[in-house]
């Protein structure tokens, strides 16, 4: 059976970079060339015997190279496409989004020789068959506009149906800052709450959504403002949308939860249309679970993470006020435990902690399972998490993670001594310290240096001993027993915790206590809260005052010279803060262990290496 190569088909393609349904296009058949994987998809030139020019085909057309269907040097009829600008090139760049194979692999790169006018059609054969040239009249095609077609075949249909006619749906893979005109369809899957913003330029509303077309793609999409008051009721988890008009930008590392090097920004003028005729459900949320020893080395890191765990507590709901525009915000903390044996704390806000954090507050006898989407790793008591817009929290999830959590903690959890992440850090990069071998410097770095951190705090990793505890500090604050801050003295009898807004008839004692550490280099005064203090005195507040209360002043004091001028790890934030109108440096310790001297030697043997000293 003959084939034919479609004269001048690359000139029909760079004709009309972007046809839509009404396009009236003579058949586009071309030869595969230099056909390249790049990822998960492949590369190829499209020649018509004359022309060529560079391609690449969607990924949902991989399958069909890996099978064998596309070969290279066969032939291909493109059936769907785009044509993007590399600016940087001054070229134009073929992504094949549809196509039919026409010929398996010929013998040869072909070569078109027009001999007449009227030959419209070069027909070759594949390898397996003779080679011949069969001549074709050339066919007449009528013309019509774009109005005309649609005026023929979309009658009285919805916006949405009309938008589908009327412009070409390309796949999200293809779009790129350079393009104008383009409609896509997409479903959302995830979508945040609206937000409120103030800054330099002034006060003003935002919200974001993810789309995924039906390729798998995503991609995230901001509204602001007047856009965000539009759109917000109007995007619904779950449903189809033709959406054009739009513009993309490359995309902020820091804030982009998807995998596309481009983010969507939709204003008051883009197009939203609801596909009608398109089922709507809830995409299943997808999770790449860190396990909660693992989590240190991210901290204060721009990635986000996802975690599983059983609920071990739930605070009642507090109100925090908003540095930035003074505004209360509500928020709960729960805490999470895994298999690694370590709990960690997940801060949420607005919506989840009074929704979400309420019903998890009403079934924490139950000791339920919650997977957690999209958090950020904080260094609050060491490692912290804090929920954002976009965190997904799915109780009880039907996951093979959570029924193997389930069974572990039914069978064993429960009874097993747990701790804290944060203060239960180890030197081994496996259980997270790997911060404690990380930007490892001496005191004198820090000390000579009284600009570090004010931008923010700046974090490093240094080893030393606890020279001196003043025995006659403030060593604690009284704090409430559910959200740990500080309670005064209610009327009548018992405390008043201001964030719980309640009275409570027992408290407990919090360190908050400074300390004066040494090195080789020189010494500087440090700060410790409740967790890193008690693995230093190796007994809490209440105990310590117990027996300074029964055992007196001495007894206390040689508890405190007990730990001095023992070794240390220690992971320390440096921040400038005024005192008395005078900036001073404040050295906050975030983590503490003990020093493993098996770490301690390979890491002072590595360093060794990297100074190129003979021996």
């Not at 785009?82 to 072909?110: F, G, Q, R």
């Not at 701790?419 to 000579?448: E, N, Q, W």
């Not at 890193?532 to 405190?560: H, N, V």
């Not at 070794?567 to 900036?583: D, I």
Request: proline letters at 4%; a neutral charge.
């Amino acid at each position: 059976m003959t084939k034919m190569v479609s004269p001048d088909a690359v000139s029909v393609i760079l004709a009309n970079p972007s046809p839509d349904s009404s396009s009236n296009l003579p058949e586009i058949i071309v030869q595969v060339l230099d056909l390249k994987p790049t990822g998960n998809r492949y590369m190829f030139s499209a020649s018509d015997g004359k022309k060529k020019i560079k391609g690449i085909f969607q990924s949902s057309l991989s399958s069909e190279v890996i099978s064998g269907n596309i070969q290279n040097l066969g032939l291909i009829r493109v059936i769907d496409y785009t044509l993007n600008d590399i600016p940087t090139k001054n070229e134009k760049y073929l992504i094949v989004t549809k196509c039919e194979v026409v010929s398996p692999a010929l013998v040869a790169e072909y070569k078109a020789e027009v001999k007449s006018e009227e030959m419209t059609g070069i027909v070759l054969t594949p390898k397996q068959e003779e080679t011949g040239i069969v001549l074709k009249p050339k066919q007449e095609f009528q013309t019509k506009s774009a109005a005309q077609i649609v005026h023929e075949q979309s009658g009285n249909m919805a916006p949405s149906a009309r938008m589908a006619m009327t412009r070409r749906i390309q796949p999200l893979v293809s779009l790129n800052p350079y393009q104008g005109n383009w409609t896509i369809k997409v479903r959302v899957t995830s979508k945040g709450s609206m937000r409120t913003y103030k800054n330099a330029r002034g006060e003003g509303c935002v919200f974001n959504v993810e789309l995924t077309d039906e390729d798998g793609t995503q991609i995230q999409a901001t509204m602001f403002n007047e856009a965000a008051k539009k759109f917000f009721d109007k995007f619904e988890l779950g449903k189809v949308y033709y959406i054009s008009k739009g513009t993309l930008k490359v995309a902020n590392k820091q804030f982009k939860t998807v995998q596309n090097d481009y983010e969507m920004t939709l204003n008051e003028n883009s197009q939203v249309e609801e596909a009608i005729n398109e089922a709507a459900f809830i995409p299943e949320t997808k999770f790449s679970f860190t396990p909660i020893d693992e989590l240190g080395p991210y901290v204060n890191g721009r990635e986000l993470v996802d975690v599983i765990g059983v609920v071990q507590s739930v605070s009642p709901t507090m109100s925090i006020r908003r540095k930035s525009n003074n505004e209360t915000v509500p928020k709960r903390d729960i805490t999470i435990a895994d298999e690694t044996k370590k709990t960690v704390v997940v801060s949420l806000w607005n919506d989840l902690a009074t929704d979400v954090g309420q019903e998890l507050l009403d079934m924490a006898d139950k000791s339920p399972v919650v997977a957690i989407k999209s958090l950020k790793v904080g260094d609050f008591q060491g490692v912290s998490l804090s929920a954002l817009s976009k965190s997904n929290i799915v109780v009880n999830p039907d996951l093979p993670e959570a029924k193997k959590l389930r069974s572990w903690y039914d069978s064993e959890g429960k009874e097993t001594s747990l701790a804290s992440v944060g203060s239960g850090m180890s030197p081994s990069i496996k259980s997270g310290a790997r911060s404690m071998y990380t930007d490892r410097v001496s005191l004198l770095h820090i000390t000579s240096s009284p600009s570090l951190g004010e931008d923010k705090p700046v974090f490093f990793s240094m080893k030393a001993y606890i020279s001196f505890i003043k025995p006659e500090q403030a060593m604690w604050y009284r704090a409430c027993k559910t959200c740990n801050k500080k309670v005064t003295d209610a009327v009548g009898s018992g405390y008043w915790c201001e964030g719980c807004q309640k009275n409570d008839a027992e408290s407990s004692l919090r360190y908050i206590m400074a300390l004066k550490v040494s090195d080789a280099s020189g010494e500087a005064w440090l700060s410790a809260f409740n967790e890193q203090a008690e693995k230093i005195l190796g007994c809490s507040a209440d105990e310590l005052d117990k027996l300074k209360s029964e055992e007196g002043e001495t007894a206390y004091q040689m508890k405190l010279k007990e730990a001095t001028w023992v070794p240390h790890l220690f992971r320390v934030s440096v921040a400038p803060q005024e005192y008395n109108n005078e900036k001073r440096q404040r050295i906050t310790v975030r983590a503490i262990a003990p020093v493993d001297y098996a770490a301690e030697s390979k890491y002072l043997l590595e360093e060794m290496s990297k100074m190129n000293i003979s021996m």
